[in-house]
């Protein structure tokens, strides 16, 4: 015998409450296989649902566009950024630099280059190397050039600007996902209602075959086990 399984995706879960619900729309109260209260509440909860996935594949398909853009934008940050830690570094070697001067940049006496892996990172020290020159600058340090803090600062400025935009775009995603999943209960239950109901509206409807295609007009999902699959294969060849 071939058994039924509850959906597992929000897509799977919208048909099996739009079969049930279409269902309503087409026959009268006495062909119905669902109560009308039953059809009233998946009508209901499938507007809201629905709803509730298109704004969530809507937040997130914002977040995935702006990420590519985004992504671009920390990768010539982190450019800008490394690049001008190094030129100080090496100003610091050719003793244009004092070393104490460093301190001002908060990077420490050794001459590398902090981790500007995680977008944090670049957050922290985008802001400590440019506060840090213009102090030095306006102590009567020499500028440096190539990158000059000037162009570090609008490539800095540009990821600051598109990591609060990612960040909120994250956060309008999440809190939509989460609304999503808070409602997957609620449709597994009415979804389990409507197919106990179909079900025993056509218990005694013969042959098998014929009963299992009426419940899947309500949107029930049948499967068959490997051996049935085999011994169905059989019967077909034979």
Known sequence: MPYRRLPNTDQARVRALKAAVEKGEMYNVRDLAITL????????FLHRFEAAQIYYTQCYDNQSRASRK??????????????FIQVLNLAVLRDEIKVTHKELYGLPASNTVPDLLSEASLVEWGKKIIEGEQLRTTQGGIPIYNPTIARVKVHYDIFLDSYERQKNYQALTNRSLDELASMRDRADELILDIWNQVE?????VTPNDTRLEKCRDYGLIYYYRSSEKIKEEKEISC
């Open 70 to 83: 985004h992504q671009m934008n920390v990768k010539t940050a982190r450019l800008y950024i490394s690049h």
């Open 37 to 44: 209260k039953t059809l009233f509440e998946a009508r209901n």
């Open 200 to 204: 025993a509206k056509y218990q005694d």
